[in-house]
């Protein structure tokens, strides 16, 4: 699949304006007997052409202020599970249920339990018949820190001994914390989907075969070079528009 940067999609917009600016210049000459590239037709392309492109570009904004948010939300996020955990290690917790809230506050931290084994360890551990098969140290994807602190927060409900007296350690804050960070990424997803489907409507918009923009384009080009010549004035005016082009 080809593909143009944003400002491509700009650009052919653009030149649509400069095209139908000939157009409006060449006066009764420019009469074609095809719906799709008479004024009206091509004028009314370019309002949806410039709304699609408009509506784009607030998807983006939004995608960008959506994903800004989760990332400040998110943040103090490593610093507070390591206050957590040295608070359940400063009560009377045994041993036991420190290792277990140990290995969720690892996922959320991105920590290994153990260190990485090199290629090279690697290598000779399999040269001896060893299997080595070490899981990926991050779970850092937003997916996988909310469910992973859900579980610390449903674990620490169930132990006894985790009592903190700060506010911001206490399970009603943890879970308050916890609504927030779930409604914060669903904001970035549903931001994704948006743009998305916006890109999606603005490229069949400019590209679609024959009903698109830069199909358009081309047609009444052909027709402005048939009426007025391929040497005519007329025409070098607007084949120097250039229409980039593009799969979808």
Known sequence: MTSISETGHAKNVSNFDSLISSVIAFGQTYNPSKESIKLS??????????????????AQANY?????????????????????????????????????VQTIVRKLQ???????ISEEDKKLLEEQGIE???????????????????RLISLLSTIREYNPNEEELKIETLRELQTKLIQSNKDVVLANISLSNNRMNRNTILYSKST???DIAFDSKIYIKSVFGAT?????????????????
Do not use: C, H, W
């Not at 400040?72 to 917790?93: G, H, M, Q, Y």
């Not at 005519?232 to 979808?248: D, E, G, H, M, W």
């Open 212 to 214: 698109g923009l830069v």
């Open 41 to 58: 037709a091509l004028q009314n392309l370019q309002t949806v052409a410039k709304n699609s492109l408009n509506e784009l570009y607030i």
């Open 232 to 248: 005519s004035p007329q025409f070098k005016q607007v084949s120097r528009l250039y229409f980039k082009t593009r799969a979808i």
């Open 110 to 116: 991105g920590r290994r339990a153990s260190a990485k």
């Open 64 to 100: 960008s202020n959506a994903v800004a948010a989760r990332d400040k939300d998110f943040e103090p996020l490593t610093k507070l599970v390591t206050r957590i955990f040295n608070s359940l290690r400063a009560s009377d917790s045994s041993e036991q249920t420190d290792k277990t």
């Open 132 to 150: 080595v098969n070490q899981i990926s140290a991050s779970q850092m994807s937003f997916d996988s820190r909310v469910e992973n602190f859900g």
